[in-house]
Structures are given as structure tokens and as C-alpha cells.
């Protein structure tokens, strides 16, 4: 019993490197989309910010990175709150809370963004 915990261990370990390097290496030209929006969105005015944001190609783009960005986010501090809270009711709180705040953050940031896509 102990060794196929261990191996389901090791397998579900395995899989969060593997996820988590995968969601960092999206986050390199997402980034870079990010800093275009970062550096072109003060100087438009709300029209042209709300014409942007209806361009399926900006949608779809910043979905993806707000999705990228919040699982990546998850993934890391669930490896902290692993790595360093050791009692177990803190545990299942930090992590139930690390899953609500990213579920949270996916789900009004998305609406946010389909509701401007949707606009007239």
C-alpha cells in the first residue's frame, strides 16, 4: 500500500514539474503581449481600448494568458504551501484557498473580458 502511494507520489510530482515548466514557457511570449498591453493601453482612450479588447485575436490572446498566468500561479504556491505548511488542517485551508483565489481571478477576469468582447 505505502509503495503505490509513493509511486502515485512521485507520478503526481513528476506531472507538476512537467505542467509547471510547460505554463512557465507560455508565459514567455504571453509576456511579451502582456508588455505591449502594459505600454499601449495608457496612451489609448477608452474607445480604442474597447475596439482592442472586441478584436477576437486580443480576446482569445489574453484568455489564454490570464488562464496561463493564474493555473502557473497555482501551481507555484501549491508547491510552497507542499514545501512548508506541515500541519494538516493548514494545509487543506492554504489549499483550498490557493484553488478559490485562482478560480476566482480565471473566472472574473474572464467574464471581464468576454463581457467587453460582447459589447455593441
Request: hydrophobic share 50%; no cysteine; proline share 2%.
Amino acid at each position: 500500500m505505502n509503495k503505490d502511494l509513493n509511486s502515485w507520489n512521485h507520478k503526481h510530482a513528476t506531472r507538476h514539474f512537467i505542467v509547471q515548466r510547460i505554463t512557465a514557457i507560455l508565459n514567455i511570449p504571453l509576456s511579451i503581449f502582456l508588455l505591449y498591453l502594459i505600454f499601449n493601453l495608457p496612451t489609448m482612450t477608452y474607445d480604442n481600448i474597447i475596439d482592442l479588447f472586441q478584436k477576437p485575436l486580443v480576446t482569445i490572446l489574453t484568455i489564454f494568458l490570464i488562464l496561463n498566468f493564474s493555473f502557473h500561479m497555482k501551481l507555484g504556491m501549491q508547491t510552497v504551501i507542499e514545501d512548508y505548511v506541515h500541519d494538516k488542517k493548514n494545509f487543506k485551508i492554504a489549499s483550498l484557498l490557493n484553488n478559490l483565489v485562482a478560480s476566482f481571478v480565471i473566472i472574473g477576469s474572464t467574464y471581464s473580458i468576454v463581457v467587453i468582447f460582447l459589447m455593441d
